[in-house]
């Protein structure tokens, strides 16, 4: 008996404001940065909303300019209903290419990798279907911002 095929069902795009980088410098991890997040919105058909401030990136750059990716943070959506958000994922590249990003420049998503799971917690029924969900999604770093679109893994 074989396994299904795994299939990816888009739920909504992702706008995260951030702060600039607060760089805390080397750690026996490597370089710890935390990048404050300030909003942003959620915008789809089964999941919609704004994010709130006060979460972040606790971000861990290691030699070779690859980044491992860990946020936490809130979202309400378009009805009230209360979301955690927490992303973990990886976002590395040609080393000239890290460097425009780095810079703050826009740099096409496609020149680099930056993947992230996102797991998503409620306690609002309407939204229990989430907690039951297994996410992902592609990324991309702006001078102010990280955009993804979230899909589930069906």
């Given at each position: 008996?074989?396994?299904?095929?795994?299939?990816?069902?888009?739920?909504?795009?992702?706008?995260?404001?951030?702060?600039?980088?607060?760089?805390?410098?080397?750690?026996?991890?490597?370089?710890?940065?935390?990048?404050?997040?300030?909003?942003?919105?959620?915008?789809?058909?089964?999941?919609s909303g704004e994010i709130l401030p006060g979460g972040?990136?606790?971000?861990?750059?290691?030699?070779?300019?690859?980044?491992?990716?860990?946020?936490?943070?809130?979202?309400?959506?378009?009805?009230?209903?209360?979301?955690?958000?927490?992303?973990?994922?990886?976002?590395?590249?040609?080393?000239?290419?890290?460097?425009?990003?780095?810079?703050?420049?826009?740099?096409?998503?496609?020149?680099?990798?930056?993947?992230?799971?996102?797991?998503?917690?409620?306690?609002?029924?309407?939204?229990?279907?989430?907690?039951?969900?297994?996410?992902?999604?592609?990324?991309?770093?702006?001078?102010?911002?990280?955009?993804?679109?979230?899909?589930?893994?069906?």
């Amino acid at each position: 008996m074989g396994l299904p095929e795994p299939t990816l069902t888009k739920i909504a795009h992702v706008h995260v404001l951030l702060d600039p980088v607060q760089t805390l410098g080397q750690t026996p991890h490597g370089l710890r940065r935390i990048i404050p997040i300030t909003g942003g919105s959620i915008t789809g058909e089964r999941l919609s909303g704004e994010i709130l401030p006060g979460g972040a990136d606790w971000q861990l750059v290691h030699d070779d300019g690859a980044a491992t990716i860990d946020t936490r943070y809130t979202a309400r959506t378009h009805d009230g209903a209360l979301i955690y958000l927490a992303t973990s994922g990886v976002r590395h590249g040609p080393p000239e290419v890290l460097e425009r990003l780095a810079a703050g420049d826009e740099v096409d998503p496609r020149e680099y990798y930056f993947r992230v799971t996102v797991r998503l917690e409620t306690g609002d029924p309407r939204y229990y279907w989430i907690n039951r969900a297994v996410f992902v999604a592609y990324a991309a770093r702006h001078p102010d911002a990280v955009a993804y679109d979230l899909y589930t893994l069906d």
